[in-house]
């Protein structure tokens, strides 16, 4: 089971470049420093990811991610602290082309992630993330679950135990701000009429 130096081994990793499989709060992932490139390109062919799909950025503390992006507007900042940390992923815009490494093919677009209760909440680096499997295969629950070639390669591999096993909800909130739109994209680990609690309570 994961433990707090776990967290202070995972930063290292991150720090040097390096590839982990880690327990988010809904499934196993892969994370690595959303700045490097070739951390970046290591961790997509440990998946076999179309280097041109984009990833979402993780922060495993709410308010250290809402400091990362004073660009936000209030509306959206207001809901985010609602949605923040639990099993979400936010797709937000992008006007300053934050972590491009993250957004590739969608400059405009960030993804964002903030889990609830991992038992990684102390790591202050953000890390660019993806879930543990190979692209296209079923998510991992147990690290077991996740292919043994990636866990043989990964520079750091962090044992949490049976995690839920439902991946998280993607909910589109580019038009937000100017438009109070918002779009549940993937059905997951938050129910659609949590996030529109949250919104009405946003509002």
Do not use: H
């Amino acid at each position: 089971m994961a433990t707090p130096p776990d967290a202070e081994v995972f930063s290292r990793c991150m720090a040097v470049g390096g590839v982990a499989v880690f327990p988010a709060d809904t499934v196993y992932g892969l994370a690595c420093d959303p700045c490097s490139r070739e951390a970046v390109a290591r961790m997509y062919a440990l998946k076999g990811r179309p280097p041109r799909k984009p990833s979402a950025v993780m922060f495993f503390d709410a308010g250290l991610a809402l400091e990362s992006l004073p660009e936000l507007g209030a509306r959206t900042r207001a809901l985010l602290e609602r949605l923040l940390p639990g099993g979400v992923t936010l797709l937000l815009p992008n006007p300053r082309g934050r972590f491009p490494l993250a957004c590739a093919g969608d400059p405009g677009t960030l993804g964002l992630r903030v889990p609830a209760g991992t038992p990684l909440a102390g790591v202050t680096w953000p890390v660019l993330q993806s879930s543990a499997n190979l692209a296209g295969g079923p998510d991992a629950r147990r690290l077991a679950d996740v292919p043994e070639p990636i866990r043989a390669a990964a520079d750091l591999v962090v044992d949490a135990g049976e995690l839920p096993g439902t991946p998280s909800t993607i909910v589109d909130l580019r038009r937000f701000e100017r438009t109070a739109e918002w779009e549940v994209v993937r059905p997951g680990a938050i129910a659609s009429e949590a996030v529109a609690l949250a919104v009405s309570e946003a509002l």
